[in-house]
């Protein structure tokens, strides 16, 4: 049985880009990151960082502690990875792939 459709988008959203490979790696090794952290220590450029950081809040691997309401230029952010949820996705990639 093939992966929800929705579920597996997001993974190939994930994976497709090294990138949001890195920065996730990076963040799981230094929970509560800041960004001139994940700056430093991907060596991801600070133009391409912004859009990974959206893109992997946008698909919940990723998590911020300051409120959507709260949110200004995400410069003092701490960035956190959603383990449940990486854990989700990699599950769908392995049924569309794999099969249960």
Do not use: C, W
């Not at 990138?19 to 220590?41: F, Q």
């Not at 060596?43 to 691997?61: I, N, Y």
């Not at 230029?73 to 099969?99: D, M, P, S």
């Amino acid at each position: 049985m093939p992966a929800t459709p929705n579920l597996f988008d997001d993974a190939v959203n994930l994976v497709r880009n090294r990138a949001h490979l890195r920065v996730v790696e990076y963040i799981r090794e230094n929970p509560g990151a800041y960004l001139s952290d994940i700056l430093a220590g991907t060596d991801t450029p600070r133009g391409s960082l912004g859009r990974v950081l959206r893109t992997l809040v946008e698909l919940d691997v990723v998590t911020i502690d300051v409120p959507p309401e709260k949110r200004g230029t995400g410069r003092n952010f701490r960035y956190t990875v959603n383990e449940k949820r990486v854990r989700q996705i990699l599950a769908a990639l392995h049924v569309e792939l794999l099969g249960e």
